[in-house]
């Protein structure tokens, strides 16, 4: 089973930036498809960040340009550095992982994650 631990989060001014790590378990990570999540409170979770084992890359357009996902699989870690955060940034972020993703699909819902992490507080004040 694949742990995930989220870290980073925090408490940052409109205009900052901010870099989340998620440390995962396994010795096959350079063949998992990862993602970053979102919930706000009362909100349903929102699709951030994914990244296939090969690089192909997608975002949605609330959080392209600011965000950016990569990964070290050296040190099975991914990464999402966030600039130019605002306000409605705000919610836990979570960690997840894909076991046997395909080299060219790309993955966006919730329920085609395997395992996720316990989730990191981003708060942006203004």
């Known amino acids: 089973q694949v742990q995930l631990v989220e870290s980073g989060g925090g408490l940052v001014q409109a205009g900052g930036s901010l870099r989340l790590s998620c440390a995962a378990s396994?010795?096959?990570?350079?063949?998992?498809?990862m993602g970053w999540f979102r919930q706000a409170p009362g909100k349903e979770r929102e699709f951030v960040a994914t990244?296939?084992?090969?690089?192909?890359?997608a975002y949605p357009n609330s959080v392209k340009g600011r965000f950016t996902i990569s990964r070290d699989n050296g040190k099975n870690t991914v990464y999402l550095q966030m600039n130019s955060l605002k306000p409605e940034d705000t919610a836990v972020y979570y960690c997840?992982?894909?076991?046997?993703?395909?080299?060219?699909?790309?993955?966006?819902?919730?329920?085609?994650?395997?395992?996720w992490g316990q989730g990191a507080q981003v708060t942006v004040s203004s």
């Open positions: 997840t992982a894909k076991i046997g993703a395909s080299y060219t699909s790309s993955y966006y819902y919730e329920d085609e994650y395997d395992y």
């Open positions: 396994g010795r096959t990570f350079s063949s998992y498809h």
């Open positions: 990244m296939s084992r090969t690089g192909k890359i």
